[in-house]
């Protein structure tokens, strides 16, 4: 029977990328998900197991933090902020629809797991700063950045999303310390495994009554793309820098359904 919610394959992803797009899925799914008592029970237990796999990151990743990733922390802070106000403010400019409708979509996907950047853990930050530079490369985000002219700001979040991860990057090589999907397989299992349930769920219900579920389906595949494109190309970028997947780009891998979440 064919499925209508994409395969999720979670053994591609690394652990930041598991707590942005678990963040990003339960947005999706309280926004445009039915509220019965098994999807209300199964979000919180993705919350919940993915609060503990950040937990266990940030408790690795702790040693590395210096004073120049911090800085630097700090600075793509500020760039998202600067990019943010921008778009923020082209949204209540109802004069000129164009504007107003460019500013409106690139809101949408400039969305964050929480109120403000600066209380975002890095991890979370990181993951989904990349989910946003990811998603500015289609042709319609393409089209309004140009509209709005706005391309200066993205180019400085990229830039200094750029210089923060070649510091981490350059630190974990210095101290051979690096947080992989081995480092934390309990918790992204656990991550993946809720996931699925959910999934699974969706799918079901989806297959019983399309239109209901058609705008819930929609958006998760969209940000099922979004996270499968990032991890291949990630991958890709890997295999051709080293000659073979790195052992981050090619992490132990996260099963829970036949080597892969998959959506029924």
Same mark, same amino acid.
């Given at each position: 029977?064919?499925?209508?919610?994409?395969?999720?394959?979670?053994?591609?992803?690394?652990?930041?990328?598991?707590?942005?797009?678990?963040?990003?899925?339960?947005?999706?799914?309280?926004?445009?998900?039915?509220?019965?008592?098994?999807?209300?029970?199964? &979000?919180?237990? #993705?919350?919940?197991?993915?609060?503990? @796999?950040?937990?266990?990151?940030? !408790?690795?990743? +702790? $040693?590395?933090? =210096?004073?120049?990733?911090?800085?630097?922390?700090?600075?793509?802070?500020?760039?998202?902020?600067?990019?943010?106000?921008?778009?923020?403010?082209?949204?209540?400019?109802?004069?000129?629809?164009?504007?107003?409708?460019?500013?409106?979509?690139?809101?949408?996907?400039?969305?964050?797991?929480?109120?403000?950047?600066?209380?975002?853990?890095?991890?979370?930050?990181?993951?989904?700063?990349?989910?946003?530079?990811?998603?500015?490369?289609?042709?319609?985000?393409?089209?309004?950045?140009? &509209?709005?002219? #706005?391309?200066?700001?993205?180019?400085? @979040?990229?830039?200094?999303?750029? !210089?923060?991860? +070649? $510091?981490?990057? =350059?630190?974990?090589?210095?101290?051979?310390?690096?947080?992989?999907?081995?480092?934390?397989?309990?918790?992204?299992?656990?991550?993946?495994?809720?996931?699925?349930?959910?999934?699974?769920?969706?799918?079901?219900?989806?297959?019983?009554?399309?239109?209901?579920?058609?705008?819930?389906?929609?958006?998760?595949?969209?940000?099922?793309?979004?996270?499968?494109?990032?991890?291949?190309?990630?991958?890709?970028?890997?295999?051709?820098?080293?000659?073979?997947?790195?052992?981050?780009?090619?992490?132990?891998?996260?099963?829970?359904?036949?080597?892969?979440?998959?959506?029924?």
């Amino acid at each position: 029977m064919n499925k209508d919610v994409k395969s999720f394959f979670s053994s591609l992803l690394r652990p930041d990328e598991f707590i942005a797009c678990a963040g990003r899925f339960c947005e999706i799914v309280s926004r445009n998900g039915p509220k019965d008592p098994y999807v209300t029970g199964k &979000l919180q237990d #993705i919350m919940n197991s993915s609060l503990s @796999l950040e937990a266990t990151v940030q !408790a690795k990743k +702790t $040693a590395l933090f =210096t004073d120049d990733l911090t800085a630097k922390d700090e600075a793509r802070n500020e760039a998202f902020c600067s990019l943010y106000s921008c778009i923020d403010g082209s949204c209540g400019i109802t004069m000129r629809p164009d504007i107003k409708t460019a500013a409106d979509y690139l809101m949408e996907k400039i969305k964050l797991p929480g109120n403000r950047i600066d209380r975002i853990g890095n991890t979370k930050k990181t993951g989904a700063i990349m989910r946003i530079l990811e998603s500015f490369k289609n042709p319609d985000a393409q089209s309004y950045i140009n &509209l709005l002219q #706005i391309s200066d700001l993205v180019t400085a @979040l990229t830039n200094a999303q750029t !210089a923060y991860e +070649t $510091a981490y990057q =350059t630190k974990v090589t210095a101290e051979g310390k690096t947080v992989s999907v081995s480092d934390t397989k309990t918790e992204c299992n656990e991550v993946g495994y809720h996931i699925n349930q959910l999934f699974n769920y969706i799918d079901g219900q989806a297959q019983k009554d399309p239109a209901a579920f058609a705008n819930l389906v929609s958006e998760l595949n969209v940000a099922i793309s979004d996270v499968m494109a990032l991890a291949h190309r990630r991958r890709t970028r890997a295999k051709d820098s080293n000659g073979k997947a790195s052992s981050e780009s090619n992490p132990t891998a996260v099963t829970t359904n036949n080597e892969a979440v998959k959506a029924g």
